[in-house]
């Protein structure tokens, strides 16, 4: 088994919903076991979880875009993992990032630009989203990767949109494909 771990904060269910999608993707590959490791409102993991993570193949970061940048619960996360950072724990593992913002830029880039980083100095190998966008007047927001997200998968819930109305069928389509996109690497990287 190819073990996938997605870790992510949400604020307000839009970036769950979200992550849910990816962890949906990455399931529906053959022989890949995935879990949901949700950050809680204080930027903490449950009991034993950050710990668990030296066991997983690949580690796919998600929050939403707040004020340019990930959530402080997430950055709470990543202060921590300075821990595995010195004994290299998480050097080689696969990884990747989603994010989620209420305006249609809102900065996005500059999150998974921070996801990035984060896994160059774990030593990770990062993984793409290997889609084109949906950028023609016949394309829209029902499109895959109708944001044009390269280095990891962006949605767009609008400030007054609940989880059940945003992210929408794209964005999430989007994060389903980009999971077993991860998925699949995972995979053929752990052979």
Do not use: C
Not at 78 to 89: V, Y
Not at 116 to 140: D, E, I, R
Request: charged fraction near 20%; avoid cysteine.
């Amino acid at each position: 088994m190819t073990k996938i771990a997605i870790v992510y904060f949400s604020g307000y269910g839009h970036t769950q919903k979200q992550a849910e999608a990816v962890h949906a993707g990455a399931s529906s590959v053959e022989g890949a076991d995935v879990k949901l490791f949700r950050i809680n409102e204080e930027g903490d993991l449950g009991e034993g979880e950050f710990e668990a993570l030296a066991g997983y193949d690949a580690i796919i970061y998600g929050s939403p875009t707040y004020m340019g940048g990930p959530a402080w619960q997430f950055k709470k996360f990543a202060d921590a993992t300075s821990k595995p950072w010195f004994t290299q724990e998480w050097k080689d593992k696969i990884a990747g990032g989603f994010t989620n913002s209420a305006s249609v830029n809102g900065d996005k880039k500059a999150t998974l630009d921070y996801f990035f980083t984060l896994s160059q100095q774990h030593g990770q190998v990062w993984v793409g989203t290997g889609l084109l966008p949906a950028n023609t007047k016949a394309h829209g927001p029902d499109d895959v990767n109708w944001t044009g997200g390269f280095s990891g998968a962006m949605a767009i819930s609008p400030s007054d949109a609940s989880p059940e109305e945003a992210p929408g069928k794209g964005d999430l389509e989007t994060a389903r494909q980009y999971g077993v996109r991860v998925a699949e690497a995972a995979k053929r990287w752990a052979q």
